[in-house]
């Protein structure tokens, strides 16, 4: 198990910037706005040859204030817990706050490793300012997660206790299969992904918007590695209330990009809304395999169920590939069955066929079926080849690319899905001009 990093402190103080610095890329939301990271947010980051996990968190709290207050402390205790080691991010343009005093005493109490960080230090004169700090008793390290200022002496001691990789064990690493939970805001995205993971992990209100970062959440089940990304509920971009909402959108749209998988959650209380077409939508066009989730299933009534199930039909004809699992996080009905369906779409997702064998079905298909007529005459279908997986995308070289109608192009989509077993994957055929 690799080494965990967990980044504490008061609100806006940047740890979301820190984090996003050590993992290499902008995954964490980081808006001048106290509390907008509400989640434990994982990623990987390594340096000088040893890997590790960051774990970034939302402003400590230490008197609760509310409902999500008391979320948001419960989750910083959790990843105090899991760490390994501390860093206790402070502002140097605010100086020492009395909160921090307490976070100080609070975080000893721990035994972890701790580092005090003073951030936004963009350079050696302003760290003529830390002489307050000083009264915590502890060495402060100043950096600037901005703009990288004595980060990598921040990381240089972080480090130097864990061993370092060898070439082999580098060249080892695999990436776990990406999964982003998505649909409308409230619809239990959450709740189902803390009763896969079996805990508490992601604040849970029901309040609509309580996510608003994409949450990654690595975790092995069977021996199977997973990446686990909750994303904030996606609304048409009219109803956007906040720029904090925008950012989430943005985010969460991007979540659909990096996955492998998607599990497209739906409220069986409510039936399907317009925007969950929408949703739904995106990972389509995104080329991503969907599975999609009826939660709440344990609040319908029998007489109901049929219906819903045929408004799906009616509502999303063009996920009539996609599993459909009928579930309860509440209860954890039906949500174990939802491992297996992802395994079976990652798996067809990344599968290649030889062109021999494409095209005995290819051939097979066109000779069952009138070709499509096109300016008067019969569209002529040569040969296909598979291009590339993630999604499986086949070209077909055809005489006129412009008369093969969408019916037929389903029917050799639906073709190729029962000839290679590929089930609920996406298909992606593209035609193109043979030339002579």
Known sequence: MKPIVAIIGRPNVGKSTLFNRLVGWHRAITLDEPGVTRDRHYGDASWDAREFIVVDTGGLFLEEEGAIEGEIRKQVDLAIGEADVLLFVMDARTGLLPDE????????????????????????????????FFELGEEVLPISSEHGYRVNDLLDRVVAPWPKLTDEEAGQTQHPIRVSVIGRPNVGKSSLLNRLLGEDRLVVHNQPGTTRDAIDTPVTVRNRDYLLIDTAGIRRRGTWESKVERYSVITS??????????????????GIHKQDAHVAGYAAQAGKGVIL?????????????????????????????????????????????????????????????????????????????NPPVYKGKPVKFFYATQTKSFPPTFVVFVSEPEGVHFSFQRYLVN???????????PIVMLFRRKRR
């Not at 073709?415 to 994957?425: E, L, P, S, V, Y």
Request: overall charge neutral; glycine content about 6%; charged content about 35%.
């Open 101 to 132: 005093r307490e976070i100080a005493r609070y975080v000893r109490q721990s035994g972890k490793r701790v580092f005090f960080v003073a951030n936004k230090v963009d350079g050696p004169k302003n760290e003529e300012t830390l002489t307050e």
């Open 253 to 270: 749209l991007k979540a659909i990009e990096r996955s492998d998988v998607c599990v497209m959650v739906l409220d069986a209380t409510e």
């Open 293 to 369: 989730v009826w939660n709440k299933w344990d609040l319908i009534a029998e007489k109901d169920r049929k219906k819903l199930l045929k408004d799906y039909e009616d509502e999303l004809p063009f996920l009539a590939h996609a599993p459909i699992l009928c579930v309860s996080a509440l209860t954890g009905e039906g949500c174990d069955r939802l491992w297996p369906e992802i395994n079976r779409i990652h798996e067809a997702s990344g599968r290649r066929i030889p062109t021999s064998q494409v095209n005995r079905a290819f051939e097979g298909l066109v000779d069952n079926h």
């Open 415 to 425: 073709g190729f899905r029962k000839a290679f077993d590929f089930g609920g994957a």
